[in-house]
């Protein structure tokens, strides 16, 4: 496709599941993001892929949260034991290049939205 | 205190009204600074993109940037019902992800 691609758009799961949230970035875009929208809330910053590899994962909460990009294009985000408070829209971006200076353009997916009941 | 902090309104004004719409930062090491427009249940869209101190204009838009006063700027001019979104202010320093304001909800009302 031609925009970075989010699945599931909805996801409801029960307090203490495991979940996994899917992005396709965009075609050739070597970098990756994982941000967090709580409601009324800007974006909030997980985990950034340059490659297969993690360059910084430092937004990450704690170690409930868990990132891969094995063949450095799809990535998912998994997360265990969910807890009410992990109830957001799961936003992924992909861009051309990312760090090591300057910037490119990152494109957002429409975001996964969690529910934790 | 946030790196970048931003009024959430809500701000509501009729159509052909010029909006402002503010942030103001606090990482002295942030270089690129964007806005990005926000659809109910839709990602976030790139609106404009300013490097360093300065303005740039698209179309009806202009961003500004005062990087002695730490201080972001987004002007709306002309406004449309179909700007009504969210506006996202955000930072980089070129090698970090971006770190984003809260949001201010804008409703242009015909």
């Known amino acids: 496709g031609a925009g970075v691609s989010q699945t599931p758009s909805n996801k409801v799961t029960e307090k203490g599941k495991y979940v996994e949230l899917r992005c396709d970035p965009i075609?050739?875009?070597?970098?990756l993001y994982w941000y967090r929208q709580s409601l009324g809330q800007g974006p909030e910053f997980l985990i950034y892929?340059?490659?297969?590899?993690?360059?910084?994962d430092s937004g990450l909460p704690n170690d409930r949260f868990f990132a891969v990009r094995p063949e450095g294009s799809v990535s998912t985000l998994k997360i265990q034991r969910t807890e009410r408070g992990d109830s957001a829209v799961y936003l992924c971006?992909?861009?051309?290049?990312?760090?090591?200076?300057?910037?490119?353009?990152?494109?957002f997916g429409q975001g996964t939205r969690l529910t934790v009941v | 205190q946030k790196e970048v902090e931003q009024d959430p309104g809500p701000l509501s004004v009729p159509e052909g009204a010029i909006v402002s719409l503010n942030c103001t930062y606090s990482?002295?090491?942030?270089?690129?600074f964007m806005w990005y427009r926000q659809y109910s249940r839709k990602g976030p869209e790139l609106l404009m993109y300013?490097?360093?101190?300065g303005n740039k204009e698209d179309g009806r838009f202009t961003a500004q940037v005062d990087k002695s006063s730490k201080y972001i700027s987004l002007f709306i001019r002309d406004s449309q019902p179909s700007d009504s979104a969210t506006y996202l202010c955000?930072?980089?320093?070129?090698?970090?992800?971006?770190?984003f304001g809260k949001g201010t909800r804008l409703s242009v009302i015909a």
């Open positions: 300013t490097y360093s101190s």
């Open positions: 971006a992909s861009s051309l290049i990312g760090g090591t200076g300057g910037w490119t353009e990152a494109f």
């Open positions: 075609s050739g875009h070597t970098a």
């Open positions: 990482n002295s090491a942030f270089q690129y």
């Open positions: 892929f340059q490659g297969t590899g993690a360059a910084d």
């Open positions: 955000a930072a980089s320093s070129g090698n970090t992800p971006l770190v």
